[in-house]
């Protein structure tokens, strides 16, 4: 297991207030992390409607053992709160997801959506400025024709360089319930979009119309029994994509099949232990998050206790189960008054699948060494982890006699939670997010 260590203490706060890590405003609570496909760009959303994009600085020729650092690059805001009239419903601007495109020219692409609205972005750099237009003088405003007597040639004048991002496309009035998941398709020239009832296929060009690959929707609503949890397109076949339900099954597609995937291709589900049984089973149950490996080979679930790695051949259970909390079992009662045994955790691989992270509550987040079998809790608060600092591994003592370093499960704080997490592509460094507080750490560099 890599030892971390922190190295970048950024706080997420919105440019225009200076706020305490104690108290926060909503709009600030981070949503959403997702690293480029390089891994020199990280994108935050948060409840904001904002989206915030960090660019690692270039390794220093005076210290090269030390790795750049992501620093701020560019800030605008994505979604605004809009009011749907039909419906007498407020649409929050929170940005519930990002995606990156792969970049094919200087410029950058990503996706972000909230509810119900995808907004296609492109951030581009600016470090030239046209001087010398013939009909418009340098502040832009329009000449008399009468005083124009000769023709100019127009020049670039170099420029303090500026990061500029608009928006290229807005794929709106698709989704009657919340979106929770936008995948990127292999091919690059579309992208799906998931809601409780229904996935969307869209093309990037085409932003009037999507094509209804999935509808769960009965014609009865009284008889409805799951709702769609999450959905991703498989990393190399631009024809599969699974989705997860709330009853903690998965569902593979194949497209090529049928026009609309309601037939499913493979059905991934465990059987559940009837002496395990309670009220709260179906409740933990409920799969947050689903991720494919970087191979295709495997899917990762989340789902309120654990993570489990499935094998794509081996339909009747998973691989591996990795328990995150179980030390929470015995509180489920209190975690259910208290609408904590709702939160939608996220779980992440490392470049190489071998490792997993996914986080909890007390701001701890978890990883799981598929090799070794070892796993370790670390903790991201900034009390406990100074610049440079290695993070020491953090333990839970549920009974018994408590040992020094350790906290007992009754003093866990369930207001501070690790619900997004982001790894880097190809090296040891992770983005956690912890409420307005953002994180960033990197293996310890020798």
């Known amino acids: ?83 749907d009239y039909l419906k007498s419903l407020e649409i929050e601007e929170k940005i519930n997801k990002i995606r990156w495109l792969p ?18 972005w492109k951030v581009s750099e600016r470090d030239k400025r046209p001087e010398g237009y013939n009909l418009k003088d340098e502040d832009g405003r329009l000449r008399d024709p009468s ?33 929770n998941s ?22 990037f060009e085409i932003t009037n119309q999507s094509f209804n690959i999935v509808d769960i929707k009965p014609a009865n609503m009284e008889e409805l029994t799951e709702v769609i949890t999450a959905a991703e397109f498989h990393p190399h076949h631009c024809n599969a994509f699974v989705y997860s339900s709330s009853k903690g099954t998965i569902r593979l597609c194949d497209m090529r099949a049928a026009a609309l995937c309601d037939r ?38 989340r789902d309120y206790l654990t993570v489990k790695v499935w094998d794509l051949n081996m339909e009747n259970r998973p691989m591996e189960t990795y328990q995150v909390h179980d030390y929470l079992r015995s509180k489920l009662c209190s975690l259910y008054e208290n609408d904590c045994i709702f939160d939608k955790f996220e779980c992440v691989w490392n470049g190489s699948d071998s490792v997993i992270m996914t986080g909890s509550y007390n ?3 978890r990883m799981f060494d598929r090799n070794t079998k070892r796993d ?29 370093d350790e906290i007992s499960v009754d003093s866990l704080d369930f207001s501070k939670k690790i619900l997004h997490t982001a790894w880097h592509p190809s090296e040891n460094i992770i983005a956690v997010a912890a409420t307005n507080n953002l994180y960033i750490f990197q293996d310890k560099v020798n």
Not at 376 to 404: D, M
């Open 1 to 83: 297991m890599k030892c971390f260590s922190r190295y970048l203490p950024y706080i997420f706060r919105p440019p225009s207030t200076i706020l305490s890590s104690s108290c926060h405003a909503e709009a600030d609570i981070i949503s959403t992390v997702e690293f480029n496909h390089t891994g020199e760009l990280l994108a935050t959303g948060d409840k904001g409607g904002r989206v915030v994009i960090f660019q690692r600085e270039q390794e220093s020729k005076q210290q090269p053992q030390r790795r750049g650092e992501y620093n701020v690059y560019s800030t605008f805001q994505s979604h605004e709160p809009e009011f």
């Open 103 to 120: 970049q094919h020219n200087a410029a950058y692409f990503l996706l972000s959506t909230n509810d119900k609205t995808v907004k296609l």
């Open 147 to 179: 005083m124009i007597t000769t023709l100019r040639v127009p020049v670039l004048r170099p420029m303090d360089l500026m990061v500029e991002a608009t928006p290229r496309r807005v794929f709106a009035n698709a989704h009657t319930y919340h979106i």
């Open 182 to 203: 936008i995948s990127v398709n292999s091919d690059y020239e579309t992208y799906m979009s998931a809601d409780d009832l229904r996935i969307n296929l869209w093309n």
């Open 264 to 301: 499913h291709a493979k059905f991934f589900e465990e059987p559940e232990d009837p002496s395990n049984r309670s009220f709260f089973s179906e409740i933990i149950s409920s799969i947050s998050d689903v991720k494919f490996s970087h191979s295709g080979r495997y899917i990762m679930t």
């Open 363 to 365: 701001n701890f987040f």
């Open 376 to 404: 370790v809790t670390l903790e991201a608060s900034r009390e406990n982890s100074k610049p440079r600092a290695v993070l020491k591994p953090r333990k839970v003592c549920v009974g018994g006699k408590r040992r020094k």
